[in-house]
């Protein structure tokens, strides 16, 4: 039984990754590595749960508060890009090029 | 006889012979540093410094005569550059260098007074005499070292001052040109100097005389004949000896003084020294020798030759100092029984051929400056002493009976005879050659009919500049027949040069000596006739092929040109192209290379964040089959 | 059993919701997506013996970080939906190539390797499972707990920072904004009253109903630009409006 969760977490993990790609909205493009990070989670908990022992829920749990640290500083910055540049897509912020 | 061992000495004239270097170079010092504020009084300084000099050497000469003949090699131990290698530096004083260092002092100390009147109007007489003083010191230097390091610093010293003096009258571009054409025909004659002394150090891990020289034969012929060879290119060098000689004649743009106290007297004779000095090693070496009096032969020749065909005195002149180094270089070559005719005839040259070119100098200095023959003649009225005293130095150069030619020059030729026959009928040979020339130039300044420029007006040079050729003449009279009757100079030379296994006889009747003064007079009446009698045109005529061979020093800058300068400029034509082309292609092709395909790699970078995250994700998907494969193999 | 179908149904929809996360056009769909997501998987934490993680993901994520992505997305402004269309040459095939070649060899790894039964948490939970999270938490990984608790610490000051904006220059009084005001009617005829409120001598005055002028027509200031793109997309926009906003744009 795990190994649906797993392979769920993977599909859930992959759908993230090209939404990272392929959205152009910072604030999709944050959801979706939110997205990854949950695939994660779901991941820890089922190694936690077939392992026998808790310490996959307890790193789940610090993976939570780093994405809870992880999206207050990420918002503020597209806050900040959004104010200054009056738009939120990641590819208008591309002078740093050849 | 073996020459007589070293002996460290102090005390005496002897043991401030340093002072002898020193004041000249203290009084070069002062005159080029002081600048103007010495403009007044640097003429008398130079010439003081120059005589203080000279005082010392004669102290110095008469303490060696004290000793016995075989304690007369004093070595002066001055200063050790770094204790414990072989770093002293130390002087020499024996018969042979003393006797230089007269000759450089003495001679020297007469142009000094000498320059004073005919640099009169100069205006960079002041800097003229700090050269002078540095060109003393440094030949000085170069006879007084006890060991090759030492000489060669006085070797180029006496090089350096060589360029300034020829180069003294920069804004003229034949004189620049000449002074750069001096220094770098010197630098071939210095570069195998240099590698000589490398190969005596390799060979003998010293360069002190003392050491070198006992140790000679223990060396290989081989060896011993390559050092023999390389010190004689730089005798060439110094010498003006084929095939080193074309510089010389381009020398006698400096002022006259300088022709005569360094193209004439001393420096040029420094390779000659250079010879007699190292006699050990040139009598170990039989091939060296050979090649020494080969190249003596054929430069007295080209010299003399030269000399027939100049209109110019002083080339003229100068083709006569080729000619009779090439005389000494001869005698030097053939080993102790030259030794002392060498330099005999090395100082009686000195004596009478700065006393021709003083002469010339004067005759200059009434004339304007003009140094073309063809408007000279008829000059012997006008100015008497001048050409009493060239009388003198003309009948002494060609061998005039018991003037110090004939006695020295004399020698030369008898000992090559004996050596040789065929370089003894070539000397010969070129004494008669000698007779015409200096007949010529003597008939065409001081005879005939007046051919000055219009505003000539020739007079008596001042007291100063004719006491000093007074001086001269009687030096060019006497010193010959005082050094070479009784071979009094080769007895006292001996110590420092060893003595020829049955000492020569003075024959004034001999076979040779006859010979020679008849071919010496029929080049003599052949210039009278030519010359003297006849009308001489004011433009050169164009003469046989013969002439222009010789106007045209042998062809020897043609040749130096075709065979060095040419290829030379397209080697350097062909590696310009080569670095341009070859080199610098490479190396920008290679720049443009990695910088083109950095600007076409550099487009990867195009800002966008989700590229890159792109990359990471197609690297995390392969780094992870790529796990699979590994752990599933 | 009961599981299995939990389980396929909570796959079945959260797949469905991350693959609408990622493909809808407008972002507050996204977040609503996620928000799915997020609910889903608390549920399959709850199913695997994860009680205390399942009561956080609601709390933290569905509730804090879902309601912070939404604050900000009101902030940037909802109407900044954009365009599908790629501009980046070969992204798009390049990014589902990757995906699906990431989501198979895992899906595949996991498939392949993970054979044995799960041993189950009943042994590790017997003493209920918070306080034995909270046994760990404390003991075993009690400096990584005051690390992140520093973490966050940082990330909210971090924020303050970020967020904050420095006044360079003196606030303006009324005085310097009515001056402003009237300048800039001066130079480019701007009118310097305020917009005109929606409704205003209107028939009613709901914000999407466009304010009447003294001579009948309609005042096109008085409609929220966002609002007015909405109903433009889905037809229900008052067509006196439309006509004159499209007259606007044709101006530009």
């Not at chain 1, 310490?55 to 597209?78: K, N, P, R, S, T």
């Not at chain 2, 020459?3 to 000495?9: G, R």
């Not at chain 3, 989501?103 to 790894?109: E, M, T």
């Not at chain 3, 630009?225 to 006196?240: F, M």
């Amino acid at each position: 039984m795990t190994t649906h969760y797993l392979v769920l977490s993977a599909l859930l993990f992959a759908i993230g990754g090209v939404g990272v790609l392929v959205r152009r909205n910072a604030i999709v493009v944050f959801m979706c590595v939110e997205l990854m990070l949950n695939a994660c989670n779901l991941a820890f908990v089922t190694f936690a749960r077939q392992n026998g022992n808790l310490d996959g829920q307890v790193i789940a749990f610090f993976v939570m508060i780093v994405a809870a640290a992880e999206v207050v500083i990420g918002l503020a910055i597209i806050v900040t890009i959004f104010r200054t540049r009056r738009s939120a897509s990641v590819d208008d912020a591309s002078l740093l090029k050849y | 006889m073996e020459p007589a061992e070293f002996i460290t000495h102090s005390g005496g004239a002897i043991g401030v012979a340093w002072l002898m270097i020193a004041l000249p170079l203290v009084g070069a010092a002062v005159l080029l540093l002081g600048g103007r504020r010495t403009d007044r009084f640097g003429h008398l300084l130079g010439v003081v410094t120059a005589l203080a000099s000279f005082v010392v050497a004669v102290l110095a000469f008469v303490q060696l005569l004290g000793f016995a003949p075989g304690e007369r090699r004093r070595g002066i131990a001055l200063y050790d550059f770094i204790p414990g290698m072989a770093t002293k530096v130390g002087l020499l004083v024996d018969p042979l260098s003393i006797s230089f260092c007269l000759l450089i002092t003495g001679v020297g100390s007469l142009i000094h007074i000498y320059s004073i009147g005919y640099m009169a109007h100069d205006p960079g007489r002041r800097r003229f005499f700090a050269y002078l003083n540095l060109f003393v010191a440094a030949m000085l230097l170069l006879v007084l070292a006890d060991n090759y390091v030492a000489l060669f610093v006085g070797w180029e010293g006496v090089g350096l001052a060589s360029y300034l003096l020829i180069g003294f009258w920069q804004h003229k571009p034949s004189a620049a040109t000449a002074a750069k054409k001096a220094f770098i025909v010197n630098r071939v004659g210095d570069f195998g100097l240099l590698i000589g002394i490398f190969t005596i150090f390799a060979t003998f891990h010293s360069l002190k005389f003392a050491e070198v020289f006992p140790a000679a034969h223990g060396a290989s012929q081989g060896t011993l004949t390559a050092i023999g060879l390389l010190l004689l290119v730089g005798a060439c060098g110094k010498s003006a000896q084929l095939p080193l000689q074309s510089w010389l004649l381009d020398a006698m743009e400096g002022p006259t003084p300088v022709s005569a106290l360094i193209h004439a007297a001393t420096m040029v004779t420094a390779g000659v020294y250079l010879i007699v000095r190292s006699g050990v090693i040139f009598q170990a070496a039989e091939t060296a020798q050979l090649v020494v009096t080969i190249v003596g032969v054929a430069t007295l020749l080209a010299g003399a030759i030269i000399g027939t065909a100049k209109d110019d005195i002083k080339k003229a002149l100068a083709g006569s100092t080729m000619s009779q180094i090439g005389y000494m270089v001869l005698a030097a070559g053939i080993g102790p029984a030259g030794y002392a005719f060498a330099i005999a005839h090395l100082i009686t040259h000195g004596f009478f051929k700065a006393d021709l070119f003083l002469g010339a100098g004067s005759v200059m200095h009434a004339m304007n400056d003009e140094v073309n023959m063809r408007k000279y003649g008829a000059l012997r009225k006008a100015m008497p002493v001048t050409f009493a005293t060239f009388l003198i130095g003309y009948l002494a150069i060609i061998g005039f009976p018991l003037l110090s030619g004939y006695f020295t020059k004399d020698g030369i030729i008898e000992t090559a005879m004996e050596h040789n026959a065929i370089l003894g009928w070539l000397a010969v040979l070129g004494a008669g050659i000698t007779g015409f020339y200096m007949s010529r130039l003597v008939f065409m300044t001081f005879f005939g009919a007046k051919r000055w420029e219009g505003d000539a007006h020739p007079h008596e040079s001042p007291a100063v500049m004719t006491w000093p050729l007074i001086i001269l003449s009687a030096g060019a009279i006497f010193l010959g027949g005082f050094l070479i009757v009784g071979n009094r100079f080769m007895t006292f030379l001996s110590p420092a040069v060893g003595l020829p296994e049955h000492l020569p006889e003075f024959n004034p009747v001999s076979l040779t000596g006859l010979v020679t003064l008849a071919l010496v007079a029929v080049g003599a009446v052949f210039a009278w006739f030519r010359y003297g009698a006849a009308e001489v045109p004011a433009v050169a005529p164009r003469g046989s092929f013969l002439t222009a061979f010789a106007r045209r020093d042998l062809y020897g800058d043609a040749l130096n040109e075709a065979l060095f300068m040419r290829p030379g400029q397209w080697l350097t034509r062909l590696a310009v192209f080569f670095d341009n082309r070859g080199i610098d292609g490479v190396v920008n092709g290679l720049a443009a290379g990695i910088g083109g395909s950095s600007g076409r790699l550099r487009r990867i970078q195009t800002g966008f964040v989700r590229s890159y995250a792109l990359s990471i994700f197609v690297g995390a998907a392969l780094l992870v089959g790529a796990w699979f494969v590994v752990g599933n193999l | 059993m009961g599981e299995s179908i939990t389980f396929w149904v909570l796959a079945v929809v959260s797949v469905i919701a991350a693959l609408g996360l990622v493909f809808s056009r407008r972002a507050v769909y996204s977040a609503l997506m996620l928000g799915v997501v997020m609910l889903s998987l608390a549920v399959l934490y709850a199913v695997q013996d994860a009680p205390f993680l399942a009561a956080v993901q609601i709390i933290v994520y569905t509730g804090a970080v879902m309601m912070l992505f939404l604050f900000v997305l009101m902030l940037v402004g909802v109407d900044s939906s954009d365009s599908l269309v790629e501009t980046i040459r070969g992204q798009r095939f390049w990014a589902i190539v990757a995906g699906l070649g990431f989501a198979a060899l895992l899906g595949l790894g996991i498939g392949n390797t993970l054979i044995a039964a799960p041993k189950g948490l009943a042994v590790a939970n017997q003493n209920g499972n918070v306080p034995s999270l909270a046994e760990l938490i404390f003991t075993r990984h009690v400096f990584a707990f005051e690390v992140t608790s520093a973490l966050l610490i940082t990330a909210a000051l971090g924020a303050m920072v970020l967020a904050h904006r420095e006044r360079t220059e003196p606030k303006p009084t009324q005085r310097d904004l009515s001056r402003a005001r009237f300048v800039e009617f001066g130079r480019h005829g701007k009118n310097p009253a305020p917009l005109p409120g929606p409704g205003t001598y209107a028939r009613h005055n709901a914000i999407d109903m466009p304010a009447l002028l003294p001579d009948g027509t309609v005042s096109p200031l008085s409609v929220n630009r966002v609002i007015a793109r909405h109903e433009a997309e889905e037809g229900t926009l008052a067509p006196e409006v439309a006509q004159i906003l499209q007259q606007e744009e044709e101006g530009k």
